[in-house]
């Protein structure tokens, strides 16, 4: 809450008190923190208006009482920046198309109020190695895992792909050390195999991650690959200049907390990075292990953002494949069905939550979520006439008899 | 606007007498609890004499939440939905959890009716010592018969003991179901009044006081619907302004809802203040619909519209892969983003362990101790386990943020004397948890052996390295 406000609260209650002469206030123990909450538009114990009707004579009314709707159409101070992913032969780069996410004016799906600009985007996960994945993913890219160029193309032309996130996991100490030099090479690989945008990932090793991306950040130079990623426990530092040095765009990552997110993005913005190479990584949660965490930590970075917090005006990525961590979508049960048709369900509804709440661009593992979240964006950005809303060919009102036994 | 609840406008209307007998000692202090939500206006006495009777359904009025609570169904099995208060979760915890109903058709064997209502009630999925069900029935009059749908509805609540939806847009179908199937006493859902048989559907509701349901595509005509109704005695109504399924109409019931949800709460717009209903069941209409596909898009547009302020849906499928990852949505949504749900902590004991049995080390965060506590117990494992209190977090996050303390061990060790109910000095950390075996040694003097990451593989790590 702001000062002021607090402040003339502060003098009411101090009037009120005076009026009331012997008010004992000292019990009331009410923090400022709890003042924003109590303060809130609307609060109120789960009561029941009792008979607070208008009375009006029940005979009247035989025909139906007029109203009209209007959107309620609001207006954000700030919005997101707009950040573009790989680079064109006129930009510099090699790649088909470049694809743009961010941008937004409103959150995301307020269609009513605004479309807004760019619609979320989908990456799928490429590893430099065979590994082991849940089986339902694996069946998909058997054929490819021994090498991350074939894996790279059957995700961008088979599975539609916007971008391809290859990690580089190989170059853990602990797996098979390769180095940042032999791994750049297998950046530059994937970039002849596909025409597609890349997200070049670590292995998580805090020493090697940022010697890594420094070798793929030079030779894909040009191509505004995304680096992944960038946090405090690293040397970020030299991620952003390389990024800085040779075109590219940054993940900023950090584990569940607004506040180390926004701090993070300052540090970034500090060392020269602009806005406009960075996105954001607050981390997603599997549905059922934290997703609930995540829906709030994502829908309030877009509003903080939107109300014009400028640390916080960045794109979200969510990586939904973070889903497959979940035992309920790779385990084997009696109980809950075939793990084959519930794997995918359980990455279709981590990212269809991520996205409803501001996720922007979406790592993903399996085919069948990248063709539904595909299908739904194309839906929820389809022009539809009013008319046809109200005499949709589907006849939504003969459910009651049109679904079968 | 409406008048907003804030602490000087509730103070306002009560006695101000500070007389106490509310229990609280004074009333600013009884204004903090109504604001808590941990007290209602009957709480103080006063303030039911007759000549505070006007001051009284003010402060009734100012504390109703802007979305009504609507409870559908009569005793144990009560559904109550709606109740909500703001637009986003992390404003304030969401209460009543989004109901879930399964559709019967009227057009169903007996038998297959019977089997259905049963299936759907012995629904029970344990997560995080939650149990979570399904919620109701929605029967739905597909025969266009009023005697069958009488039959049938009757059918299905001897069969079953949880609150209906009667789904019909023929007045007189509902009519025959409520009194011919005998469920007027058990106050279903009157599924729905419309444009053209708005009259005949509201006398039924207030003749036996059932919650209704609205139905009209255009939300000019919903706020019609709920504004003459209103007026015509009904208080109990719920908002479908129709569940698109496809194209771009999709888009449309996306911002419908989002446009009724934020007119009532942040406008203060009392006629679209209802708890709102989807159908996702929609996405079986139609012949020759495939069962897998179908039943995987009628989860994630549940999904959809969960994350969108669905208050009550109807969906079709009973296959557990399917409704297993809508249900654990609806759990995630509906818990309260500012503390941890966690459990006790201390010694357990699982199955009946003896002096050579394992002791096991886990946290206190719910999640964390109802997931190993079951692949412990379904394992068939006799075991100890000690459940270290992390302040509710998970292992990795504790040992990250420092909520894991061992010598909080070594307390629960001698309080429980842990000593003299095992023989050896053995304990089992999560895998997550390695980095404190050493000080873990240190304050325990026990030894530490670090454990699989993973609480399902257990078993097998047990029959590797314990005897
Ligand atoms: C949800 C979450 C949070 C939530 C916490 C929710 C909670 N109540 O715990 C919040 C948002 C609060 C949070 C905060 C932080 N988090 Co956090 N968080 C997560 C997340 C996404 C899921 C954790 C979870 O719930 N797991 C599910 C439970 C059931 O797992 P579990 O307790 O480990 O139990 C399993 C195993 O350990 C094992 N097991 C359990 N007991 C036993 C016992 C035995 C004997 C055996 C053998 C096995 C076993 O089996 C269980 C089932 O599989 C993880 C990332 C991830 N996907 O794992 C990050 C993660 C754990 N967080 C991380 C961090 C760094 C933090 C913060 C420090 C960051 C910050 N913001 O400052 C804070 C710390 C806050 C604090 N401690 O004060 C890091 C940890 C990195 C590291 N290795 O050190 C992670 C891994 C994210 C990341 N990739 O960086 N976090
Ligand atoms: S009972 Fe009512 S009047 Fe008396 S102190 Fe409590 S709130 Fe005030």
Known sequence: MKEKETEALTKKLIELVERLGDLEIENVEIKAEELTLILQPVIGAMVQAPQLLPKVEEKALETLLKAEFSPPIEAYPGEVVEVRIGATKSDGGSRRKVVKIGGEKTMPFYSFELLNPNRPAFTMDVFDMPITLAKSVMQHFEDVMQDPADWAKKCVEDFGADIVSLNLVSTDPTIKDVSPKDAAKTVEKVLQAVDAPLVIGGSGNKVKDPLMLEAAAEVASGERCVLNSANVDNDYKRIVSAAKRYGHVVVAFTPMDINNQKKLNRLLLDEGLPKEQIIMDPTTAALGYGLDYTISLMERIKLSGLLGDSDLQMPILSPSSNAWGAREAWMKSEEFGPKEYRGPLWETVTAITTMMAGGDLFMLSHPATVRVLKGLVESLYEEVDVEHVYKPSKKIQDWITDIGV | ?467
């Open chain 2, 1 to 467: 606007m409406p008048e907003k609840a804030s602490l000087l406008s509730i103070y306002s209307y009560l006695p101000q007498t500070n007389c106490g007998e509310c229990g609280e000692p004074n009333c600013m202090v009884f204004v903090s609890k109504l604001l808590e939500r941990k007290a209602n206006p009957e709480d103080c006495p006063p303030l039911k004499k007759p000549k505070y009777k006007e001051q009284m359904a003010k402060l009734v009025e100012l504390l109703v939440p802007p979305i009504r609570e609507v409870k559908i169904g009569v005793g144990e099995d009560v559904v109550k939905i709606g109740g909500k208060e703001v637009m986003y979760r992390h404003e304030l915890t969401y209460h009543n959890p989004t109901a879930i109903a399964i559709d019967v058709s009227d057009l169903m064997d007996d038998g297959k009716i019977v089997e259905r209502c049963r299936a759907v009630e012995a629904f029970s999925l344990v997560r995080i010592g939650e149990r979570l069900r399904l919620n109701m029935i929605a029967v739905r009059c597909a025969s266009k018969d009023p005697d069958r749908f009488s039959y049938v509805t009757s059918l299905v609540a001897r069969s079953c003991k949880l609150p209906l939806i009667l789904c019909s847009f023929d007045p007189k179908s509902l009519r025959a179901a409520l009194e011919g199937g005998q469920v007027a006493n058990r106050r279903p859902l009157l599924y729905a009044a419309t444009e053209e048989n708005w009259r005949e559907v509201s006398e039924l509701a207030k003749q036996y006081n059932c919650p209704v349901a609205v139905f009209a595509l255009n939300l000019g005509s919903v706020k019609s619907l709920t504004k003459t109704l209103k007026a015509r005695g009904i208080q109990d109504m719920i908002i479908d302004f129709g569940t698109h399924t496809e194209g771009g109409l999709l888009k449309e019931s996306v911002n419908n809802s989002v446009m009724v949800r934020r007119v009532a709460v942040q406008r203060g717009d009392k006629d679209m203040g209802y708890p709102i209903m989807f159908i996702p069941a929609m996405v079986w209409m139609g012949e020759e619909v495939d069962p897998v596909t179908t039943s995987y898009k009628e989860a994630y547009i549940a999904s959809l519209f969960l994350n969108r302020y669905a208050d009550l849906i109807i969906t079709h499928t009973m296959e557990v892969w399917s409704l297993l990852p809508v249900i654990t949505l609806r759990q995630n949504i509906y818990t309260d983003p500012r503390k941890p749900v966690s459990v006790d902590s201390g010694l357990r004991t699982i199955g009946s362990p003896h002096e050579k049995s394992p002791v096991l080390l886990t946290t206190n965060f719910s999640l964390t101790y109802y997931t190993v506590a079951n692949d412990l117990e379904s394992a068939g494992i006799d075991c100890y386990l000690v459940v270290l209190n992390t302040e509710g977090l998970a292992v990795e996050v504790s040992v990250a943020g420092g909520q894991f303390h061992p010598s909080d061990i070594k307390d629960i060790f001698s309080s429980v004397n842990m000593e003299e109910k095992v023989k050896h000095r053995k304990l089992i950390i999560p895998g997550l948890a390695a980095r404190l075996k050493g000080d873990i040694e240190d304050s325990t003097n026990w030894e530490v052996i670090v454990g699989p990451r993973d609480s399902s593989q257990i078993k097998g790590f047990l029959s590797k390295y314990w005897g």
